[in-house]
Every structure is written in structure tokens, then in C-alpha cells.
């Protein structure tokens, strides 16, 4: 047990170091050798769990989203929105999260960057799909269609304030996208009721931080 967990905290100190060195430097400047003098590990600890830089750069863009979810809500808009405020707030406060993001919006040859755009598409799709099975939606929203567009909107509205200040008026400009693209998707009844406010990232993520500890503490209990 006590070697699994050393395992795992190796792992997680590793994907950590390649976040910082991948943030700061991309993934074609990035070298092996960074993340190893970042992680402050052995090449053999860090081949022993990932096979190459390509391997840790798909291992960071998957980790972002593994721990910290957003808690399951009544209304299915409302947890589309505190999915992109929840995100918008890691992006100022994690450096795993910002990696996975530049990754991802970084056009480097020999990278597979699709796989968080597809799950983020996945996640939206089923939402607006129980979303509009409950009425919450108007009725001409195509739940995969509507989140293609949620999905690119927020990449952009990301870049842009990544491009201008490095994050720091995300949730400004995240609360704006909202207010502005969610009147074609919610049901007027159901967009009143929807907390579309700055703040909303911070208090999810207080409140998934939360959860995740108490599932971990009854996990090892």
C-alpha cells in the first residue's frame, strides 16, 4: 500500500513538473531533461511512468480534469456553466490546468491536441442532452451542435484572455460569453434562474474540493 501511494505521488510530482516546464516553454522547446531537473526525480522514476515527452504531454492534458468535477445538478445548464466557470477558475490557480491548455491550443506538429476538445464536446453533449429533455432548452437546440459551439467559444474566449492578461479577466470575460450565447440555448424561465456571476468559478471549485477530499478520505478510511 505504502508503495502505491509513493507510486502515485511520483507520478503526480511528474505530471506536475512537465506542467510547469510544458507552460512555460511549449511542448516543442520542452526537453525530458527539464521535466527531470523540474520533478527532481530519476530518468529511470519518470520512464517507469511515462514512455516519452509525447506520453507526458497526453498525460498532462488528461489529468486536468480527473479529481476537481463539478457536483451533479438539478439543472443541466447550470452545471454546463459551472463546468466552463469551474475550468475558467482553474486556469488562474492551477499550473496543471494552464498546461493542458496551451497543449491543446498549441499548433505542434506531431501532437495529438483533440483529446480534451472531444471529451469537453462529450461532456457538453450530454448535458444540453438532459437539459433539453427537461424542458430547460429552447426547442430548436441540437444538443452535439449547440456544444461544438459552447465548446469553441470558450477556447477562444480562453486564448484571448490568456493573449492579454495571461488569465487574469477570464472570469469577467467567461461571465460575458455566458450572458451573451445562453439566451439561444435556455428556456427564458430557466436562463433567469441560472448564477451566471464572476465569482461562480471559485465557489464551485471550493465546493468540488470539498467533495473530492471526502470521497478520497472514505476511500482510504
Known sequence: MAEQVRAIRTRQTIL?????VFENRGFQAATIADILTE?????GALYFHFQS???????????????????????????????V???AHRLQTDPLVRAGVRLSMDQQPGLD?????????EVCTELFT???????????????ETADVFVGSF????????????YADLPVRVAALLRHVLPSIANPSVLTSLDLTEL??????????????AMEAEAVG
Request: hydrophobic residues 45%.
Open 16 to 20: 506536475m513538473a512537465a506542467a510547469k
Open 39 to 43: 520533478a527532481g526525480v530519476t530518468k
Open 53 to 83: 515527452k509525447d506520453d507526458l504531454a497526453q498525460g498532462v492534458l488528461a489529468e486536468q480534469d480527473q479529481r476537481i468535477v463539478v457536483p451533479d445538478r438539478p439543472s443541466k445548464l447550470q452545471e454546463a456553466v459551472d463546468t
Open 85 to 87: 466557470m469551474l475550468h
Open 113 to 121: 491536441r483533440s483529446g480534451p476538445f472531444l471529451r469537453w464536446g
Open 130 to 144: 438532459v437539459a433539453k429533455k427537461q424542458g430547460e432548452t429552447l426547442p430548436h437546440v441540437v444538443p452535439s
Open 155 to 166: 477556447a477562444g474566449i480562453q486564448s484571448m484572455s490568456q493573449a492579454i492578461s495571461d
Open 200 to 213: 461562480r468559478g471559485a465557489a464551485v471549485y471550493t465546493e468540488a474540493l470539498a467533495v473530492a477530499d
